[in-house]
């Protein structure tokens, strides 16, 4: 539709004001077109007649409210200067936001106000997002800038410009520390440090205060942050333009010179700056000019201390920084050199000058050639040099001019340095540049310096709009909308008015050129070559300026000074000194001038050619340069794509939140805003993708065109409807583009629906509410008429005849109620009559006969009164009788009424009771039948009683029994005692006899060896002499040598016949044990007679396994004993038989040992018998018998070792002889010396031999006699246990008796007050309680019994089958493998050489999900401390230290490499847990084995304390938890915003205000891609993450606590981040999305109520989030409000209140917005309370994690190992 048709009534334009620049107007009266006159009304309610003339425009139109305060201008439908204005005046004074966008435009508006918006949670929450998904803000800009350079590999730029005081310097700060913090580069060097400390050096050095900014940057900063590979700061350079050289000699007033010079006079105190002879600022000159030498607010001796910690941190020495400030300060002294005027043409400098002086003295140059060039000047003529005095007026600027010269050089020098600092270590893959540059200025004077700038700003405009244009043409061709072209202002012709041939800076140069040049001759060039030009003017009343249209606005530039400017001259005497200093970064200063001066300049090619420089030109000038460095500045621009940043400045007062429109509107057009804004209206300003305008303006789309499917043609359907021009929209691929003002006419048509819906609604709503009150008025209408009609009617029927017949009943009622009374009253009277007249009589009778005589005195007395007394009673009597009357009409119409009462009464009494007597029989059925329940639970407990009672008196019995044949085993044992004593004696003198014939026998020996000692001397001696007879004696020692193989082979025959003997023996020895066996069968046949009745003895375990105990120990020293006899065997075999048959015997021998053996094991037939004393008796007979075989044995081998001795003896005798014979032989001697040392040998091994058999034979006896002591010890203590024991179950058979009576009496007492309850249903409920508290008792007390009773039974069965065990034993051993009952430790067996592999089955290859199916949680981690207890029971230190170091490297090595598995972080994070647990428990620490079972108990640890591999594994759990932690934060983090603030889980109830921001083209398409296809995430895409962490965690047997901790963590995060993006997205500020949250987190409280997790505290980290919610929802006008506000939102700090309060935005037009009033409120509530200065949550936080000690039921005993887990090399013990 056309834009005239929007001029209707109720809409508002925007028409000019001297004082707000624009003002809104509503229109009265709808516009028709032709009209000259609109007729307005303004806000405060004065109208108007705007006129409209010939070709002037319409007023601007404003736009609806609902588009007001959007985040980017170019979403408003009218897009014109005063919407701009009042879009930012809303958003900075009402919302207190300082950024907006403008399209790629950044809007930042100075608050001159510090904001909690600029803290690290603020840069992190934007790292990642989307420019224009967030709130507008310098750190989206900066993320835009590294998104697309990581994205493209191209080099980004960002534009910071604006007037000095708009913020430009502080924006740019925050744009690098943005860089610094996204891509920390992680290594010492912390590069992105020392980029941030670069800036308060270049502050110091190049900013000052001025009249509109305490911090100026009084040049220009292009700062290049270099990037790696890895997109991480490696280095940074700086380059800078157009320093304020001006600004160091002189300043304007109330401004100041640079900081540095003020932080050095701060400083003059300190020992570092005593050398330079500082004073205070107020006393140098070049610091005092400008009047002001302090900043409020501002401490220079602390930015002093901040400005030298920088230099050191970017690694410039001390050396440097004070030759730094020694040139400082000599500038400074400089400027108080005082210079005398002599006459017109001289000047001079005193002598003594103390600041001359100092200044040489600091330079290092001698001062009088100082003095003497300061005020003198050399002339070379073509002839000769002159020397030419100067007067005061120039020797000054000669002094200024070489102070700008130094403290120039000193800048550049000091960029130079930081830039060293700064330099790239290695190669630069992109970078980012921030430029931070003067915005277009103008002054009342403006000179050199603001053409300098505005020339610059002109360059940068055109490179603006030209990337605007581009931008613009790429959005339409992504979208393929037919492009257009678009006019836009091009500013060529002002930068060719600059730069071109003959333009300015070209005419100045020349003019330079001249010595004799003048700014009056520059001037007039000037209006003689560019007069003609559009663009350039001369001024009407004025000849010493000229006047330039720059794209923002006319300039007026004063000539004075521009040709000294642009020279920037310094005479050559000066520069011969400076050159000569001894002062090395002076010197260093000049001689890099000289050195520049001889290289060729850059010169820039303009557009339209140059004419050549004069080749008089001995440097280049102040322009050119200037020119050279801006055209490098803007190739490198143009190289990168850009990102601007437009700051405002919004008032002259610096007063925070201040808007001044006249000065905002200035900037506005100076910065290209408004250009771009132009732009933007010329094609199709406003884009909304289809599914924002589907969701807006469905209310306006039909049935049909909803029932379409596809929402895009859908859309299309309803715009070609609702808007029939098509060239007023364009359809695109993702959006739709609209012309300026479209969407405003379709906010217009909504508005009209949805008010044409509302008049609907209240039509409706009235209709009711008066057909209502109709119906209302019309009932009690009717209820009126029914009164009336009825009174009418009875009027009517009641006549006059009615009325007598009324009246004569009730006279007839009152005459017959008359007599009634006067029949009672008349019976009454009678009856009184006559008792009186018997009572009289009688006692006149009475007085009569006492006194007689006085009869007749009083008779008439008495006559007379009686009748007087009759008379008064009759009287009395009527009207006693009347009042009776009227009395009993009242009661007997009362009791009539009290009969009617009564009667409804008793009726509804009745209903009662039947109710109450079913409800009673019902409860009274109920308790009949607990009662009959209870009745018979009393009977099986007394039937279980009595069949106790029978038990117990049988086990009585037979312990009877046994007693008696425990005293017979007793004497029996007696007997059997001293008859071993007896033997002990025989087997003591045999042990005697046997000593002293040992005795003999080494008596003998000892004297055969000496005898054979003096022998083999002789022969020895005789040996020389017998060589001779060699050969004979050869023959005879071969004789010899067959002698004694005859011996040999008698002494076999003798052995033979020992060991036929032997077997004789064998065989003797096998029928007694078979005679001991038949004995053994008969004891066993008694054992199980008394297995029968030992039923109650709980004790027979501990002593059946001590005696068990002893058996072994037995067995193993009688093993011992015959290992011990059998290898002397051997060795005595070895010695007589050498190798001759010897394994025979042996294997004989050992024969022989395995049937000592099988006679041995009786011992354990017998011990599983010991707890009866015939079992004991048959013991000690047993070991008796077997000692007095085992004496025999020993005596008889002591036999056939002396006959053996006595056998060796005659051998030797035959030895002796022999030797004797052949005494000179060499072969016998030789023999003999061979036989003495066996013989020896063999007699000290029978010396050893006997004295074991000695000890064995001690030790036995004494084993024995204290065998037999303790096993009659422990017999009297079980049968005193017994007694005891039986004593105990009498006594509680006896109280459990008690307690049965007691219980019968008290059901009795039950049952009686139960018929009471009955009768009296009063003490119901009492009674009840009571009775089930006894019940209950009584119940709990029989279940104790059975359980002991059970408990018995169990023990019983248990000692059974021990005993059957036990009975098995004796023919189990005779098997090859025993088949022994197993009971197991709880201890898993394995070899040390298994060990990596038990790791790797366990730990490196377990698959969670296989083992969360088929184990048991945390079977694992048991598994592993089972075989931990296996190598603490070997008490193997070493094996245990290897276990744990591989388990915890072995669980590290799995984290590690499977760092992104969920499944697997909570499998080994709950069996870390686990196995924690286990180590605690098992500790043998009392304070963790409170919880344990007794046989848990004996499971501890025994040996080593693992108190230090629990503190690693406890650290190691924490680490894992932090990583599953972090895990489910990536997983759970991009579902929260989508799912908790943007899905609408209330379907209808918000309807979408689309953003409007038109993104760049590489921000939506090329990083996001489209998303049409996708669903979003909704909260059930989170409940259900978080239902399958919860089940993975249940699943892996994860404590509920540990649980509860991660929920809790999880939780937090969804509150934080849906916190922080409400805090910074202002779209998400509504009732609606407030609602839409409540409602949210109603389903997270409902998914913990179901997971029973309400105990974990999640739903408290929500708090703030509830809070958000409830403030978007809750009423924001009253004062009662913001009271409630304040008390509500205690989670919440004043910061966030307060953003979110100011960023609330309305999504209908029927909502309020919060008025700054209220705002200030709720501040000044706020004031006292103490919180957070900072604005977002830290949503990193971690809660500490505990690991609470858990105590496992699991019984290690009764674990088993699944085949799956293959651990066959491992053994459960």
């Known amino acids: 539709m056309a834009l005239s048709e929007l001029y209707t009534k109720y809409n508002r334009v925007w028409i000019p004001d001297a004082e707000h620049v624009w003002q809104s107007a509503e229109i009265l009266v709808d516009f028709k077109t032709g009209e000259t006159v609109l007729e307005l009304q303004l806000e405060d309610g004065t109208e108007l007649e705007y006129p409209l003339e010939e070709g002037e425009k319409l007023p601007p139109l404003r736009n609806p409210d609902i588009l007001v305060g959007e985040n980017d201008l170019t979403a408003l439908s009218y897009l014109h200067e005063p919407a701009v204005l009042h879009n930012l005046k809303v958003r900075f004074v009402e919302s207190k936001i300082i950024y907006t966008y403008c399209g790629i435009i950044l809007v930042a508006v100075n608050p001159y106000k510090t904001l909690p918006i600029y803290g690290d949670a603020v840069i992190h929450a934007y790292s990642g997002q989307n420019m224009g998904d967030l709130d507008p803000h310098i750190f989206a800009v900066a993320e835009e800038a590294y998104k697309q350079m990581a994205r493209n590999g191209k080099n980004q730029s960002i534009i910071v410009s604006g007037e000095s005081g708009a913020g430009k310097t502080v924006s740019a700060r925050y744009a690098m520390r943005y860089f610094a913090v996204v891509s920390k580069s992680g290594s010492k060097s912390r590069v992105e440090d020392k980029v941030l400390a670069s800036n308060p050096i270049t502050e110091a050095i190049g900013n000052a205060k001025t009249t509109r900014n305490d911090n100026s940057s009084r040049f220009g900063k292009y700062t290049e942050i270099s990037f790696d590979k890895r997109y991480q700061i490696i280095g940074a350079n700086m380059r800078t333009y157009l320093l304020e050289k001006s600004r160091v000699v002189f300043q304007s007033e109330n401004e100041r010179n640079y900081h540095i010079f003020y932080q050095m006079c701060a400083c003059a105190n300190q020992p570092e700056f005593k050398g330079l002879r500082l004073l205070s600022a107020d006393k140098f000159n070049y610091t005092r000019v400008g009047g002001e030498t302090e900043i409020e607010g501002v401490d220079d001796r602390s930015d002093m201390a901040e400005t030298r910690r920088t230099f050191s941190l970017l690694g410039l020495k001390d050396s440097f920084q004070a030759d730094v400030f020694k040139v400082l300060a000599a500038i400074l002294h400089l400027g108080n050199v005082v210079i005398k005027e002599n006459g017109s043409e001289k000047s001079s400098i005193g002598s003594r000058d103390p600041h001359l002086a100092i200044f040489c003295e600091l330079m290092g140059i001698k001062m009088d050639n100082m003095s003497r060039w300061l005020c003198h000047r050399r002339i070379v003529l073509s002839a000769e040099t002159v020397v030419k005095p100067q007067p005061k007026e120039r020797a000054i600027n000669a002094r200024d001019a070489l102070a700008k010269h130094i403290y120039a050089h000193l800048f550049n020098w000091v960029i130079h340095k930081i830039n060293q600092a700064l330099m790239i270590p290695g190669r630069q893959h992109s970078f980012i540049g921030v430029l931070d540059i003067y915005g277009f200025e103008t002054f009342d004077v403006n000179s050199f310096e603001q053409f300098c700038i505005n020339y610059a700003n002109e360059k940068l405009q055109q490179q603006f709009n030209l990337h605007v244009f581009k931008l613009e043409q790429e959005e339409y061709m992504k979208e393929d909308i037919p492009w257009t072209l678009i006019d836009f202002y091009d500013n060529q012709p002002v930068i060719d008015l600059i730069e071109a041939k003959m333009g300015i800076l070209d005419l100045l140069d020349e003019e330079c050129l001249f010595l004799q040049g003048t700014d009056k001759n520059w001037l007039q060039k000037l209006y003689n070559f560019l007069g003609s030009r559009p663009l350039f003017e001369k001024p009407r009343m004025s000849n010493d300026s000229f006047v330039i249209q720059h794209f923002a606005d006319k300039v007026e530039y004063q000539c004075k000074g521009f040709l000294e400017k642009n020279r920037d001259t310094l005479y050559e005497e000066l520069l011969d000194i400076m050159r000569t200093s001894q002062n090395a970064l002076l010197a260093v200063f000049f001689k890099e001038e000289e050195t520049n001066s001889s290289h060729k300049n850059i010169k820039v090619t303009p557009a339209q050619p140059r004419v050549k420089a004069s080749n008089k030109q001995l440097r280049t000038t102040v322009g050119d340069k200037f020119r050279?460095?801006?055209?490098?500045?803007?190739?490198?621009?143009?190289?990168?794509?850009?990102?601007?940043?437009?700051?405002?400045?919004?008032?002259?007062?610096?007063?925070?939140?201040?808007?001044?429109?006249?000065?905002?509107?200035?900037?506005?057009?100076?910065?290209?805003?408004?250009?771009?804004?132009?732009?933007?209206?010329?094609?199709?300003?406003?884009?909304?993708?289809?599914?924002?305008?589907?969701?807006?303006?469905?209310?306006?789309?039909?049935?049909?065109?909803?029932?379409?499917?596809?929402?895009?043609?859908?859309?299309?359907?309803?715009?070609?409807?609702?808007?029939?021009?098509?060239?007023?929209?364009?359809?695109?691929?993702?959006?739709?583009?609209?012309?300026?003002?479209?969407?405003?006419?379709?906010?217009?048509?909504?508005?009209?629906?949805?008010?044409?819906?509302?008049?609907?609604?209240?039509?409706?709503?009235?209709?009711?509410?008066?057909?209502?009150?109709?119906?209302?008025?019309?009932?009690?209408?009717?209820?009126?008429?029914?009164?009336?009609?009825?009174?009418?009617?009875?009027?009517?029927?009641?006549?006059?005849?009615?009325?007598?017949?009324?009246?004569?009943?009730?006279?007839?009622?009152?005459?017959?109620?008359?007599?009634?009374?006067?029949?009672?009253?008349?019976?009454?009277?009678?009856?009184?009559?006559?008792?009186?007249?018997?009572?009289?009589?009688?006692?006149?009778?009475?007085?009569?006969?006492?006194?007689?005589?006085?009869?007749?005195?009083?008779?008439?007395?008495?006559?007379?009164?009686?009748?007087?007394?009759?008379?008064?009673?009759?009287?009395?009597?009527?009207?006693?009788?009347?009042?009776?009357?009227?009395?009993?009409?009242?009661?007997?119409?009362?009791?009539?009424?009290?009969?009617?009462?009564?009667?409804?009464?008793?009726?509804?009494?009745?209903?009662?009771?039947?109710?109450?007597?079913?409800?009673?029989?019902?409860?009274?059925?109920?308790?009949?039948?607990?009662?009959?329940?209870?009745?018979?639970?009393?009977?099986?407990?007394?039937?279980?009683?009595?069949?106790?009672?029978?038990?117990?008196?049988?086990?009585?019995?037979?312990?009877?029994?046994?007693?008696?044949?425990?005293?017979?085993?007793?004497?029996?044992?007696?007997?059997?005692?001293?008859?071993?004593?007896?033997?002990?004696?025989?087997?003591?003198?045999?042990?005697?006899?046997?000593?002293?014939?040992?005795?003999?026998?080494?008596?003998?020996?000892?004297?055969?060896?000496?005898?054979?000692?003096?022998?083999?001397?002789?022969?020895?001696?005789?040996?020389?002499?017998?060589?001779?007879?060699?050969?004979?004696?050869?023959?005879?020692?071969?004789?010899?040598?067959?002698?004694?193989?005859?011996?040999?082979?008698?002494?076999?025959?003798?052995?033979?016949?020992?060991?036929?003997?032997?077997?004789?023996?064998?065989?003797?020895?096998?029928?007694?044990?078979?005679?001991?066996?038949?004995?053994?069968?008969?004891?066993?046949?008694?054992?199980?007679?008394?297995?029968?009745?030992?039923?109650?003895?709980?004790?027979?375990?501990?002593?059946?396994?001590?005696?068990?105990?002893?058996?072994?120990?037995?067995?193993?020293?009688?093993?011992?004993?015959?290992?011990?006899?059998?290898?002397?065997?051997?060795?005595?075999?070895?010695?007589?038989?050498?190798?001759?048959?010897?394994?025979?015997?042996?294997?004989?021998?050992?024969?022989?040992?395995?049937?000592?053996?099988?006679?041995?094991?009786?011992?354990?037939?017998?011990?599983?018998?010991?707890?009866?004393?015939?079992?004991?008796?048959?013991?000690?007979?047993?070991?008796?018998?077997?000692?007095?075989?085992?004496?025999?044995?020993?005596?008889?081998?002591?036999?056939?070792?002396?006959?053996?001795?006595?056998?060796?003896?005659?051998?030797?005798?035959?030895?002796?002889?022999?030797?004797?014979?052949?005494?000179?032989?060499?072969?016998?001697?030789?023999?003999?010396?061979?036989?003495?040392?066996?013989?020896?040998?063999?007699?000290?091994?029978?010396?050893?031999?006997?004295?074991?058999?000695?000890?064995?034979?001690?030790?036995?006896?004494?084993?024995?006699?204290?065998?037999?002591?303790?096993?009659?010890?422990?017999?009297?203590?079980?049968?005193?246990?017994?007694?005891?024991?039986?004593?105990?179950?009498?006594?509680?058979?006896?109280?459990?008796?008690?307690?049965?009576?007691?219980?019968?009496?008290?059901?009795?007492?039950?049952?009686?007050?139960?018929?009471?309850?009955?009768?009296?249903?009063?003490?119901?409920?009492?009674?009840?309680?009571?009775?089930?508290?006894?019940?209950?008792?009584?119940?709990?007390?029989?279940?104790?019994?059975?359980?002991?009773?059970?408990?018995?039974?169990?023990?019983?069965?248990?000692?059974?089958?021990?005993?059957?065990?036990?009975?098995?034993?004796?023919?189990?051993?005779?098997?090859?493998?025993?088949?022994?009952?197993?009971?197991?430790?709880?201890?898993?067996?394995?070899?040390?050489?298994?060990?990596?592999?038990?790791?790797?089955?366990?730990?490196?290859?377990?698959?969670?999900?296989?083992?969360?199916?088929?184990?048991?949680?945390?079977?694992?981690?048991?598994?592993?401390?089972?075989?931990?207890?296996?190598?603490?029971?070997?008490?193997?230190?070493?094996?245990?230290?290897?276990?744990?170091?591989?388990?915890?490297?072995?669980?590290?090595?799995?984290?590690?490499?499977?760092?992104?598995?969920?499944?697997?972080?909570?499998?080994?994070?709950?069996?870390?847990?686990?196995?924690?647990?286990?180590?605690?428990?098992?500790?043998?620490?009392?304070?963790?084995?409170?919880?344990?079972?007794?046989?848990?108990?004996?499971?501890?640890?025994?040996?080593?304390?693992?108190?230090?591999?629990?503190?690693?594994?406890?650290?190691?759990?924490?680490?894992?938890?932090?990583?599953?932690?972090?895990?489910?934060?990536?997983?759970?983090?991009?579902?929260?915003?989508?799912?908790?603030?943007?899905?609408?889980?209330?379907?209808?109830?918000?309807?979408?205000?689309?953003?409007?921001?038109?993104?760049?083209?590489?921000?939506?398409?090329?990083?996001?891609?489209?998303?049409?296809?996708?669903?979003?995430?909704?909260?059930?895409?989170?409940l259900q993450q978080l239902d399958v962490s919860h089940t993975s965690m249940t699943q892996h047997g994860m404590e509920p606590q540990l649980q509860g901790q991660v929920i809790r963590q999880l939780f937090f995060l969804i509150g934080a981040t849906s916190v922080n993006s409400i805090l910074l997205r202002k779209d998400l500020c509504s009732c609606r999305k407030g609602m839409q949250i409540r409602c949210n987190i109603s389903y997270l409280e409902e998914w913990l109520r179901e997971k029973d997790l309400q105990s974990s505290c999640a739903m408290e980290t929500l708090g703030p989030l509830s809070q958000v919610a409830w403030i978007l929802q809750v009423n924001k006008t009253t004062d009662e409000d913001a009271a409630e506000i304040k008390q509500r939102c205690s989670e919440l700090s004043p910061v966030q209140i307060v953003k979110i309060l100011n960023s609330y935005t309305p999504i209908d037009d029927f909502e309020k917005r919060v008025t700054p009033s209220f705002v200030r409120k709720v501040q000044a509530l706020l004031q006292e309370r103490e919180g957070s200065s900072q604005l977002m949550m830290d949503s990193q936080y971690r809660f500490q994690v505990t690991f609470p000690f858990c105590s496992s039921p699991q019984a290690l005993e009764l674990l088993q190992v699944p085949s799956n887990l293959r651990l066959g090399f491992v053994t459960r013990i």
């Open 628 to 1582: 050279s460095s801006l055209y490098l500045l803007m190739e490198t621009l143009n190289a990168t794509t850009p990102h601007y940043v437009r700051c405002i400045k919004p008032n002259e007062e610096k007063l925070a939140f201040e808007y001044d429109s006249k000065r905002v509107v200035q900037q506005l057009r100076a910065c290209g805003v408004l250009e771009t804004i132009r732009i933007s209206a010329q094609s199709y300003p406003s884009r909304w993708t289809y599914i924002e305008f589907y969701s807006r303006y469905s209310i306006l789309m039909s049935q049909a065109e909803l029932k379409l499917g596809e929402k895009k043609q859908t859309c299309k359907t309803v715009l070609q409807r609702l808007i029939p021009d098509s060239n007023q929209y364009k359809f695109g691929r993702s959006k739709i583009f609209f012309r300026a003002g479209q969407v405003a006419y379709l906010e217009k048509l909504r508005l009209d629906h949805l008010r044409a819906a509302c008049v609907t609604i209240q039509k409706h709503v009235r209709g009711w509410r008066q057909r209502r009150r109709f119906l209302h008025m019309r009932q009690a209408a009717i209820t009126i008429q029914q009164y009336v009609r009825g009174k009418k009617q009875i009027r009517r029927s009641i006549t006059a005849l009615a009325l007598k017949q009324a009246w004569a009943a009730v006279v007839i009622q009152r005459h017959c109620r008359g007599y009634l009374v006067r029949r009672v009253y008349q019976l009454v009277l009678r009856a009184a009559v006559i008792i009186q007249a018997y009572t009289r009589g009688w006692t006149a009778r009475k007085r009569y006969r006492k006194a007689e005589s006085l009869r007749l005195s009083f008779c008439v007395k008495r006559f007379m009164m009686v009748t007087h007394l009759i008379v008064s009673f009759c009287v009395l009597l009527q009207m006693v009788a009347v009042h009776k009357a009227v009395v009993l009409q009242k009661y007997a119409r009362a009791w009539l009424a009290r009969r009617r009462f009564q009667t409804m009464r008793r009726l509804v009494i009745n209903v009662q009771l039947s109710y109450r007597v079913q409800q009673l029989r019902k409860k009274i059925e109920e308790q009949n039948k607990e009662n009959r329940g209870l009745m018979e639970r009393l009977t099986s407990l007394s039937n279980a009683r009595a069949q106790g009672l029978e038990k117990i008196q049988a086990l009585e019995a037979e312990l009877g029994k046994l007693t008696n044949e425990m005293a017979a085993l007793e004497e029996r044992a007696r007997t059997k005692s001293e008859e071993a004593n007896q033997t002990i004696a025989l087997l003591q003198n045999d042990k005697e006899k046997l000593t002293e014939a040992s005795k003999a026998l080494e008596q003998k020996l000892k004297e055969t060896s000496l005898q054979m000692q003096d022998q083999f001397e002789d022969v020895k001696r005789k040996l020389m002499e017998d060589l001779e007879r060699e050969e004979r004696l050869r023959k005879v020692a071969e004789h010899n040598s067959e002698l004694q193989k005859e011996d040999s082979d008698k002494e076999m025959v003798v052995l033979k016949e020992e060991s036929s003997r032997l077997r004789e023996e064998r065989i003797r020895l096998q029928t007694q044990v078979e005679e001991d066996e038949k004995v053994n069968a008969e004891l066993q046949e008694q054992v199980l007679q008394l297995t029968k009745h030992v039923k109650v003895i709980p004790d027979l375990r501990k002593e059946i396994n001590s005696l068990q105990i002893q058996r072994a120990e037995a067995d193993k020293s009688l093993r011992a004993q015959n290992l011990q006899n059998r290898a002397k065997m051997s060795l005595i075999t070895r010695q007589l038989l050498g190798e001759a048959k010897e394994e025979i015997l042996i294997q004989r021998l050992n024969e022989e040992a395995l049937d000592n053996d099988d006679g041995a094991d009786l011992l354990a037939a017998f011990e599983a018998m010991e707890k009866a004393a015939k079992v004991m008796e048959t013991q000690q007979r047993e070991q008796k018998e077997t000692y007095k075989s085992q004496l025999e044995a020993l005596v008889f081998k002591n036999e056939h070792l002396n006959k053996e001795n006595e056998q060796l003896q005659a051998l030797f005798q035959e030895k002796s002889n022999v030797n004797q014979s052949i005494g000179q032989e060499v072969a016998r001697l030789s023999a003999e010396n061979m036989v003495i040392p066996e013989l020896k040998q063999q007699v000290s091994e029978l010396n050893r031999h006997k004295q074991e058999l000695e000890t064995q034979l001690q030790d036995q006896s004494a084993e024995m006699s204290a065998k037999i002591t303790a096993l009659s010890n422990e017999l009297q203590l079980t049968v005193d246990e017994e007694r005891s024991q039986r004593r105990h179950l009498e006594e509680t058979i006896t109280e459990s008796e008690r307690r049965r009576e007691e219980m019968e009496r008290q059901v009795a007492d039950l049952q009686d007050e139960n018929q009471q309850l009955q009768k009296a249903q009063l003490s119901e409920s009492e009674a009840k309680n009571k009775l089930r508290q006894e019940t209950s008792r009584l119940t709990a007390e029989n279940m104790d019994f059975e359980e002991q009773l059970d408990m018995k039974d169990r023990l019983i069965k248990r000692l059974q089958d021990q005993i059957k065990a036990l009975q098995t034993h004796a023919t189990a051993n005779q098997k090859a493998a025993p088949a022994v009952p197993k009971e197991y430790l709880g201890m898993l067996e394995y070899k040390k050489e298994d060990e990596s592999r038990l790791i790797r089955t366990l730990i490196l290859e377990l698959k969670p999900r296989g083992v969360s199916v088929l184990m048991i949680p945390g079977l694992a981690a048991h598994l592993l401390f089972m075989c931990v207890r296996h190598a603490d029971y070997l008490n193997d230190g070493n094996k245990l230290k290897s276990l744990m170091n591989g388990i915890i490297s072995a669980i590290k090595e799995v984290i590690t490499s499977h760092q992104e598995s969920f499944e697997v972080l909570s499998f080994w994070l709950s069996n870390t847990y686990h196995f924690l647990n286990c180590l605690k428990q098992y500790s043998g620490d009392e304070e963790f084995m409170k919880h344990n079972t007794p046989r848990q108990n004996k499971n501890c640890l025994r040996n080593f304390d693992l108190s230090e591999h629990r503190q690693i594994l406890s650290d190691l759990a924490i680490n894992i938890y932090h990583q599953f932690i972090s895990l489910m934060e990536d997983a759970l983090f991009p579902m929260i915003i989508p799912g908790m603030l943007e899905h609408e889980s209330l379907q209808g109830i918000s309807s979408m205000k689309p953003t409007g921001f038109r993104k760049r083209s590489n921000s939506v398409y090329e990083d996001g891609g489209d998303h049409s296809g996708s669903e979003p995430f909704s909260v059930t895409d989170i």
